[in-house]
């Protein structure tokens, strides 16, 4: 069953066409990888695939549900079964660490914060338990993209999008943030990560069966086995 | 109508985490105060004074409207016999209740504020006056007034309509005047309101972002702008219009002497009024709040 399908879409800004004919189905509990060179539209795709950005022409289905027919209302609620992870990962900087990554529960009005044992095993799992009522600004930059994993899984979402989440860390955080998504999908969640880290897409797939989409002249692609 | 109740409810009671979504610090929150103490202040001015109006045209209506006068003017051997015609002519004109003659006593009190208290009324040549007071049906002027002219020559009817009329459409347009100024300020409070919304939503839009991304459905984020908006346009409105009531209050107090100025103020109930302007306040906080919350939040999409 796939639950992002890309039919002939295309996404054109005033600068020019993105991305051309993008053909796709995401099926559930699958990992990928989108890589390519920096400005290929990795982030583009991404966007479309969370419905922050419509395709000009063709057609995104999420959850079976075109994406030009809905409603702004209609794809924030159908967004909360998507954690997203940015590399800029913004938080209201005002609040708790804490408080951010409850926030997607306040927003969708479900239990709030009354499930205190399952947020701490949360923070505890992003390895933040000792940051817990620190505000944003204090963490650094593996800490926030960790805090923004927790924000994105708390709602225990069935699609997770990550979009170069390992830019700002070392080499050992992104090793960290990688095995937490590959837990994710051994969950059975499906996981795509965009990312310009061959190394760390060599060491995903040698622990996971993860598909490799390569963006390149506006197209996507299934890449080879040669990275 | 559930959703409204909803949105009601939900503006009164608030949601504690989605009150803290934006930052509660920004001049915007200094401004639609201000702004909204401000608009009351002048607003409690301008219901006074629409008020006054209003009292000053009923009273004149009220007052003159049922009554006339009859000034006899004829030489001295005349004027007696005249009188006694004229008061024949009324007790059998349908519409009168009663005509009573002016004593020269009333006169002189009538006359003193202009000729002073030494003048010697009863060497003057002065009109005899006769004060007429209609019942409920009123009488018909133009007959009276021919009658009058066939039987008392040196009689003339004034029924007041003259200056009564431009006084009542004064008063009629200096309400109609506190009435525009209510609105205009309610205009003008929903304009800065607007763009203090506007300010707050353009400084917070890493707050709109993250709740976006999120899943925030537009109602979420603008009900976090809004209600804060609201209150704080509520709050102002009730500093600024009790503020204005302790001077109208006070202004009341101290302008015995202005007749014209003694009408402007409150009198009994009408201070009931004032309850109202906070919330109007609030209200138009609201709708200019809620206005560009969605215009703002369409742009971004």
């Given at each position: 069953m796939s639950v992002i399908?890309?039919?002939?879409a295309s996404y054109s800004y005033t600068g020019g066409e993105l991305l051309s004919d993008?053909?796709?189905s995401v099926s559930t509990g699958s990992f990928y990888f989108i890589t390519g060179p920096s400005g290929s539209g990795k982030t583009t795709f991404l966007k479309m695939c969370y419905g922050a950005l419509v395709p000009n022409s063709g057609h995104v289905h999420l959850f079976d549900h075109d994406l030009r027919q809905m409603t702004r209302d209609e794809v924030a609620h159908a967004s909360r079964k998507i954690g997203v992870i940015l590399l800029d990962c913004q938080f209201l900087d005002h609040m708790s660490v804490t408080e951010n990554i409850a926030l997607p529960l306040a927003v969708s009005g479900e239990d709030r914060l009354s499930d205190n044992m399952n947020l701490k095993e949360l923070l505890s799992w992003v390895g933040l338990i000792?940051?817990?009522?620190a505000l944003p600004p204090e963490l650094s930059g593996g800490e926030r993209q960790r805090a923004a994993l927790a924000r994105a899984v708390i709602m225990s979402p069935d699609i997770i999008l990550a979009d170069e989440p390992t830019g700002n860390?070392?080499?050992?955080?992104s090793q960290r943030l990688l095995q937490l998504l590959i837990e994710l999908n051994k969950m059975g969640k499906t996981v795509l990560l965009a990312s310009h880290d061959l190394s760390l897409i060599r060491l995903a797939k040698s622990q996971v069966q993860a598909?490799?989409?390569?963006?390149?002249?506006?197209?996507?692609?299934l890449a080879g086995a040669n990275l | 109508m559930t959703a409204i109740y909803n949105n009601l409810i939900g503006l009164i009671l608030g949601d504690r985490q989605r009150d803290r979504v934006v930052p509660p610090t920004g001049y915007t929150a200094s401004l639609t105060t201000f702004t909204s103490a401000a608009m009351a202040f002048l607003a409690v001015f301008a219901i006074a004074l629409s008020l006054a109006a209003s009292r000053?045209?009923?009273?004149?209506?009220?007052?003159?409207?049922?009554?006339?006068?009859?000034?006899?003017?004829?030489?001295a051997p005349q004027i007696q016999q005249q009188l006694d015609l004229a008061m024949e002519i009324l007790d059998t004109t349908p519409g009168i209740a009663s005509a009573r003659v002016i004593s020269l006593e009333e006169q002189r009190s009538l006359l003193e504020p202009w000729f002073g208290p030494e003048v010697p009324f009863e060497s003057l040549p002065l009109p005899k006056l006769i004060d007429i007071e209609e019942n409920s049906s009123g009488y018909d002027g133009q007959s009276l007034r021919l009658r009058l002219i066939a039987d008392v020559p040196g009689a003339v009817l004034d029924d007041h309509t003259r200056w009564r009329r431009p006084l009542v459409t004064a008063a009629h347009r200096l309400w109609a005047l506190g009435m525009f100024s209510i609105v205009l300020m309610a205009a003008t409070s929903a304009a800065i309101i607007t763009l203090a919304a506007r300010a707050a939503m353009s400084a917070n839009a890493q707050v709109i972002s993250v709740l976006r991304l999120i899943g925030a459905q537009d109602n979420y984020i603008s009900?976090?702008?809004?209600?804060?908006f609201t209150f704080r346009a509520f709050n102002g409105a009730s500093l600024g219009g009790a503020f204005g009531a302790v001077v109208v209050y006070f202004f009341q107090g101290q302008t015995d002497q202005l007749s014209i100025?003694?009408?402007?103020?409150f009198q009994g109930t009408e201070w009931l009024w004032l309850i109202i302007v906070p919330p109007l306040m609030g209200i138009v906080a609201y709708i200019a709040t809620r206005r560009s919350a969605g215009l703002v939040l369409r742009g971004l999409s």
């Open positions: 399908e890309f039919e002939n993008v053909s796709l000792g940051r817990a009522d860390v070392d080499w050992e955080m598909r490799v989409l390569r963006i390149a002249n506006k197209r996507i692609q | 000053l045209s009923d009273h004149w209506s009220e007052s003159l409207a049922r009554s006339s006068t009859l000034r006899i003017s004829a030489p009900a976090a702008f809004v209600r804060r100025l003694t009408g402007l103020g």
